[in-house]
């Protein structure tokens, strides 16, 4: 099975930059559209920003559009969101999700158990 582990979190202050990474085990990504997703406390899960599997199309949040950006480098079997300019209601769960059909859905069928990330002064 599919496996996706999230890395990159942590604590940033406000304006500050993360960059999350999400890696699979056991499978090639190349076939896989990608999507970020985060949960913030007390509030229900959202899509971030997702690439196609060829990493031709990408789309993003509006809360997000201009400050982050996803890519892939399919050689690393690998999947990135560049946070820039985070602000504190950035704060959340940071989950990757695959699938091989779905895109930038919530019903994606392989999620990783996500990576904290705290935007506080």
């Known amino acids: 099975q599919l496996q996706l582990v999230e890395s990159g979190g942590g604590l940033v202050q406000p304006g500050g930059s993360l960059r999350l990474s999400c890696a699979a085990s056991?499978?090639?990504?190349?076939?896989?559209?990608i999507g970020w997703f985060r949960q913030a406390p007390g509030k229900e899960r959202e899509v971030v920003s997702c690439i196609s599997s060829s990493g031709g199309s990408t789309d993003y949040a509006d809360s997000v559009k201009g400050r982050f950006t996803i890519s892939r480098d399919n050689a690393k079997n690998t999947v990135s969101l560049q946070m820039n300019s985070l602000k504190p209601e950035d704060t959340a769960v940071y989950y990757c999700?695959?699938?091989?059909?779905?895109?930038?859905?919530?019903?994606?069928?392989?999620w990783g158990k996500g990576t904290l990330v705290i935007v506080s002064s």
């Open positions: 056991r499978f090639v990504l190349d076939y896989y559209s």
């Open positions: 999700a695959a699938d091989d059909l779905a895109y930038c859905s919530d019903g994606m069928d392989y």
